[in-house]
């Protein structure tokens, strides 16, 4: 958890001040330029805002190399104008003597990964 936890925090402070490139950076490698390029044709840096976070729940696998954790994440994408409020599954491994993340279930970038 102790190596966990920042990894965590860090990528949602990061997707609410619209850091997407530094985001990137803590998502699996072959899902980066997805989510790279997701961002771009979105417009994510003037269109997406993330207003806010909360970590509820971590549960780690029996070989302590994966991770989900639940948040509920609170955004808004225009030209919406309506707020939306996500419980988000977000899957972290292991690799390569970090954490990164692999997969989210609901949420602004659930499309990209899977």
């Known amino acids: 958890m102790e190596t966990l936890q920042p990894t965590v925090e860090r ?32 417009h994510d840096d003037r269109d997406l805002s993330i207003t806010d976070y909360e970590i509820e729940e971590v549960e780690f696998s029996e070989d302590g190399l994966r991770a989900t954790v639940h948040s509920r994440i609170q955004w808004m994408r225009l030209p919406s104008a309506s707020e939306q409020s996500d419980v988000v599954t977000s899957e972290f491994v292991f690799q390569g003597g970090r954490w990164l993340l692999e997969r989210q279930v609901e949420g602004p970038f659930a499309d990209e990964l899977p």
């Open 11 to 42: 990528f949602h402070q990061l997707i609410r001040w619209k850091d997407f490139r530094s985001a990137g950076a803590l998502i699996v490698p072959e899902k980066r330029a997805a989510f790279s390029k997701a961002r771009t044709e979105l």
